[in-house]
């Protein structure tokens, strides 16, 4: 059993893991590792914490998807289909994966912000 120091040292941890990802280039090549830490968090949290307020911000935290889709990015897919009909696939397979590349980021500040609320949180919980 971890101590208190010890999830709030990981809750740290993450948040700088998720500054360190939306800074780098190689956004799809890193999310997956930061995915896979996020749930060995949120389970053992979830295992442990017995308030529902924290318990509920610990259930917001969102899963990372590169392949979320929103308005906004169903227009873009829509804008690379016809790039891809007038120019061929190498830029629009580039500016797909840029996309995706940016959707992440997105999900990752998302998911940085809400590690930051749950380590308030979790300071005043233990």
Known sequence: ?????????????????????????????QYQ???KYSKEINNYLLLHVTDEFIVSHIRS???LNPNKTTEESIMIKF???VALLLTAGALSSHIHSRQKSEELKSQIHEMKNKYASLEFLLKNYF
Do not use: F, H, W, Y
Not at 7 to 29: F, H, N, P, Y
């Open 1 to 29: 059993m971890m101590n208190s120091n010890n999830v709030l040292r990981q809750v740290t941890d993450i948040q700088m893991q998720c500054e360190r990802i939306i800074a780098s280039k190689d956004v799809l090549g």
């Open 33 to 35: 590792d930061l995915e």
């Open 61 to 63: 935290i969102p899963k």
């Open 79 to 81: 804008l690379l289909l």
